[in-house]
């Protein structure tokens, strides 16, 4: 909009400049030209009246005048012989005006060129005696030093347009900041939002409409923080409430099985406890999408790589139970180590949810490989198994709420998992996708915006 708004002021002088400075330009060639024109047009004629009058001290002055004027001015002077006098300048070439003179007794000017001039200007005048036409003069005025007078008319305002344009341009961009100031403050504020900062406030500053907007921005971060606040109550509330009931009849569950001996009923017990296990991660999956959602926490650069090393000494233990290797590569980064923007606890979220399935899915003896590349502004995290991997069908239905898909030991999960990730990193400005592994298996590739401000 600070460039727009400084062409269109730039576009506004530059058309002044053109409305006021050009005709100017125009009138005082054409009065440079005319002032030529009547200046040889005078001398000619007086050259002409001498040559006209056919006496002896007539013939010397009109020698003695065209021989200090072609001295002092460098033109050429041309006189037709008369019977009564033959000066000493050439006689002119016959041409149309020479006889247009010489027959009409016309004089005529001839500027060798129809845009401004040519070469010379060519001047002939017919010297009359008693009404009678005896011969003419010509000047053949050289227009050299015309051209440098028009150079320097249209120079010096063409140089004079140049700094005004360019004292213009940065009057222009000094004001469209200021114009624009108030609206970059509120574009400030609204990514803050899109950030999950909603305690920032804009200033109510500028133009009417611009405060108008500022007081309505304001307006809305207050109601979405308070909204925000009474989510964060209710998923608090809602933790507390669930999760403790389920432990306990977790706990009751498990009392039972120790103090049943009838197998079947230990079988229900225990069909019921991995139920009431189920249930659990789903309250905790719905728990996490609750909080993602409502964004509660504001993007900040994060350190990736520290980040997916803490997490897979975690996993490592569990894989290793059914000897499954997690490997961890990374490709080389100029810099610092990559950090990305994220919400604090999210990458850790994202990091257990993939690799919980991929160790579902991935047989005995298999690898998990974990992988960093740069791309760019952004950084992506590769997640791929040597499990069954997916069809095109399942990819499209992957990321939905509640949707399973077929472990090794049939359908597993709460169905939350996959769609808790794409949430949680979509949050963070990033992308996931599912590709097909090579050779079998499944690429969950996460692509995550990368921080201006790297990590040590």
Known sequence: MIRQLIRSYILLVAVAILLFTVPVAFTLTAQLRGDAEVFV???ATTMARLLGNANASSCQALREMA???????????????TAACTPDPPAPA????????????????????????GRNLVITVPAKDRGQVVGAVRIVYPTGHLNDRLWTIWGFRAGLAVAVLGVAAVIGAVVARRLTRPLRQLNDVASKFSDGDL????????????????????????????????QRIFVADASHQLRTPLTALRLSLDNIADGVDDEFVREDVELATAEVVRM????????????????????????????????????????????????????????????????PGHLEQVLDNVLSNALEVSPDGSTITVRIDPEGTEVRLSVIDEGPGMSDADKTRAFDRFWRGQGLTGRAGSGLGLAVVK???????????????????????????????SGG
């Open 94 to 117: 016959r041409d149309a005006a020479l006889a247009r003179a010489l027959k009409d007794g016309e004089p005529t000017t001839d500027w060798g060129s129809r845009f401004i001039w």
């Open 41 to 43: 047009k005078r001398e």
């Open 280 to 343: 659990s991660r789903l309250v905790n999956g719905l728990l996490v999408l609750a909080r993602a959602e409502a964004k509660v926490t504001a993007a900040e650069p994060l350190p990736l790589i520290d980040i997916v090393e803490e997490r897979l000494s975690v996993w490592r233990p569990a894989a290793e139970e059914r000897a499954v290797t997690i490997a961890f590569t990374r490709s080389a980064f100029s810099g610092p180590r990559p950090t990305v923007m994220a919400a």
């Open 423 to 453: 949430q949680l990193v979509t949050d963070g400005g990033g992308t996931v996708v599912l590709r097909d592994a090579p050779g079998s298996g499944l690429w969950v590739a996460i692509t995550l915006r990368a921080s201006s401000r």
């Open 67 to 81: 021989r200090a004027y072609a001295q002092q001015t460098g033109d050429r002077v041309e006189v037709t012989p």
């Open 199 to 230: 305690t920032a406030r804009s200033p109510v500053e500028g133009p009417e409409e611009t405060r108008t907007l500022a007081r309505t921005l304001n307006q809305a971060g207050e109601r979405l923080d308070t909204l925000i606040a009474s």
